[in-house]
């Protein structure tokens, strides 16, 4: 059985569960779990050092499309102190050999997965299909790389939803896909991102050039991404979905920023809190897990009203909230009508910022979509915008009067 996001509800056959997998943004489901992690993702401290965006090791991936190339990569990074890291992904590159000037590079930003290790995307059976657009991408000579973030595959915890640790692994999973056979070394990339894949694609849009001088970025596209993210968690804290973000976040932060959990959580929901951070949303069992895993949290989860407004999580939002781009960087937002999870006014408040920064923005309203398929439905008008920009079109601009 395959089980596509357009089809998740009917696929768990009860409404409940498949309004939790469409608040979460999970793109695809697989009727297994994952594969089993390795020593693939592991490596001694010696090859830690070395430049960010080169490679530890790879080997080879079978059941890309058209008859694609397909790569698991470890790669060198760092992350949001500036220390040095490993992260994981996959490369998938076009058959035959490059153009003369390189090929384009599409990196995609995943949405929620998890926040422990065994989460990686590149672990899911269906990695393929999670990439939304892998295939008319594919057609078009474009490599797709797909991070994994920090801590995500490598040893974690992941940094859920910290924009430039998540930034950093987008911007070095394309300096690694340059030295990949038949790519030819081209410095042109966009980045692709659904959710917390589209705060990926707007932080790497505010920091690529500073972090990666020696590549072009031509254009940044995000569906429903998480912008202001205080809103989304005061917001959303009342509906399953926002429970499990909220709990995923004050878990990692804790643990990579230091911020204590117990100003925020009370202590019966702790228990429920530790096994979600230990679950993933890589197939329907995981989801159907989880939906029994966060029920306790339903009776009892936080002893504050409205956490985005307690320090240091108040600092920590703002901190890892998309500001503005470069007028220079062209950029492509996409926003489901009937998204509960990234309202769509949070979504046109951010977009009238960027305007007044000066951006040229297309932005795309998709009419009856919600959080859940927001990636899967944008992706043909993206992949549109997108191959515009390699080609050297003027941007288009919805914020000209």
Same mark, same amino acid.
């Given at each position: 059985?395959?089980?596509?996001?357009?089809?998740?509800?009917?696929?768990?056959?009860?409404?409940?569960?498949?309004?939790?997998?469409?608040?979460?943004?999970?793109?695809?489901?697989?009727?297994?779990?994952?594969?089993?992690?390795?020593?693939?993702?592991?490596?001694?401290?010696?090859?830690?050092?070395?430049?960010?965006?080169?490679?530890?090791?790879?080997?080879?991936?079978?059941?890309?499309?058209?008859?694609?190339?397909?790569?698991?990569?470890?790669?060198?990074?760092?992350?949001?102190? +500036?220390?040095?890291? @490993?992260?994981?992904?996959?490369? *998938? !590159?076009?058959?035959?050999?490059? =153009?003369?000037? &390189?090929? #384009?590079?599409?990196?995609?930003?995943?949405?929620?997965?998890?926040?422990?290790?065994?989460?990686?995307?590149?672990?899911?059976?269906?990695?393929?299909?999670?990439?939304? +657009?892998?295939?008319? @991408?594919?057609?078009?000579?474009? *490599? !797709?790389?797909?991070?994994?973030? =920090?801590?995500? &595959?490598? #040893?974690?915890?992941?940094?859920?939803?910290?924009?430039?640790?998540?930034?950093?692994?987008?911007?070095?999973?394309?300096?690694?896909?340059?030295?990949?056979?038949?790519? +030819?070394?081209?410095?042109?990339?966009?980045?692709?991102?659904?959710?917390?894949?589209?705060?990926?694609?707007?932080?790497?849009?505010?920091?690529?050039?500073?972090?990666?001088?020696?590549?072009?970025?031509?254009?940044?596209?995000?569906?429903?991404?998480?912008?202001?993210?205080?809103?989304?968690?005061?917001?959303?804290?009342?509906?399953?979905?926002?429970?499990?973000?909220?709990?995923?976040?004050?878990?990692?932060?804790?643990?990579?920023?230091?911020?204590?959990?117990?100003?925020?959580?009370?202590?019966?929901?702790?228990?429920?809190?530790?096994?979600?951070?230990?679950?993933?949303?890589?197939?329907?069992?995981?989801?159907?897990?989880?939906?029994?895993?966060?029920?306790?949290?339903?009776?009892?989860?936080?002893?504050?009203?409205?956490?985005?407004?307690?320090?240091?999580?108040?600092?920590?939002?703002?901190?890892?909230?998309?500001?503005?781009?470069?007028?220079?960087?062209?950029?492509?937002?996409?926003?489901?009508?009937?998204?509960?999870?990234?309202?769509?006014?949070?979504?046109?408040?951010?977009?009238?910022?960027?305007?007044?920064?000066?951006?040229?923005?297309?932005?795309?309203?998709?009419?009856?979509?919600?959080?859940?398929?927001?990636?899967?439905?944008?992706?043909?008008?993206?992949?549109?915008?997108?191959?515009?920009?390699?080609?050297?079109?003027?941007?288009?601009?919805?914020?000209?009067?």
């Amino acid at each position: 059985m395959r089980c596509d996001c357009v089809s998740v509800p009917r696929c768990f056959g009860w409404r409940p569960v498949g309004a939790l997998v469409a608040t979460i943004g999970f793109l695809v489901c697989a009727p297994f779990p994952g594969l089993t992690q390795t020593s693939f993702y592991t490596a001694p401290e010696s090859d830690i050092a070395g430049e960010p965006g080169t490679l530890v090791r790879q080997e080879t991936m079978v059941g890309a499309p058209l008859g694609a190339a397909a790569y698991r990569v470890l790669y060198r990074s760092t992350d949001f102190n +500036g220390k040095a890291i @490993l992260v994981s992904a996959v490369i *998938v !590159v076009p058959r035959g050999p490059p =153009p003369p000037e &390189g090929r #384009p590079i599409v990196a995609w930003a995943h949405p929620t997965s998890g926040i422990v290790p065994r989460c990686a995307p590149s672990l899911a059976i269906f990695i393929f299909q999670q990439i939304q +657009g892998l295939r008319p @991408l594919l057609k078009r000579g474009y *490599v !797709v790389t797909a991070t994994d973030y =920090p801590g995500l &595959g490598t #040893p974690g915890p992941h940094p859920y939803l910290v924009g430039v640790s998540e930034a950093r692994a987008v911007i070095d999973s394309v300096r690694v896909a340059r030295m990949m056979p038949n790519v +030819g070394r081209g410095s042109r990339f966009i980045v692709w991102g659904h959710s917390q894949g589209g705060q990926a694609a707007l932080f790497t849009g505010m920091i690529a050039k500073a972090y990666a001088p020696e590549l072009s970025l031509m254009g940044v596209a995000a569906a429903a991404p998480a912008t202001e993210l205080a809103t989304l968690m005061n917001d959303d804290i009342g509906t399953a979905g926002g429970k499990n973000i909220t709990a995923m976040t004050l878990w990692s932060w804790e643990r990579v920023y230091g911020a204590p959990m117990d100003k925020l959580v009370d202590p019966r929901a702790l228990p429920a809190i530790n096994r979600l951070a230990q679950e993933c949303l890589e197939s329907i069992y995981d989801f159907v897990v989880r939906r029994r895993t966060e029920r306790p949290m339903q009776q009892y989860f936080l002893t504050v009203n409205d956490p985005a407004d307690v320090e240091p999580w108040r600092t920590l939002l703002l901190k890892n909230t998309p500001g503005t781009l470069s007028p220079t960087i062209p950029i492509f937002l996409a926003q489901g009508s009937d998204d509960r999870v990234i309202l769509p006014k949070v979504t046109q408040h951010y977009v009238a910022t960027l305007c007044k920064a000066g951006s040229k923005l297309r932005m795309l309203l998709l009419t009856g979509v919600g959080h859940g398929i927001a990636g899967r439905a944008a992706a043909p008008a993206a992949i549109e915008w997108m191959n515009a920009r390699f080609t050297g079109e003027a941007p288009p601009n919805d914020c000209a009067p």
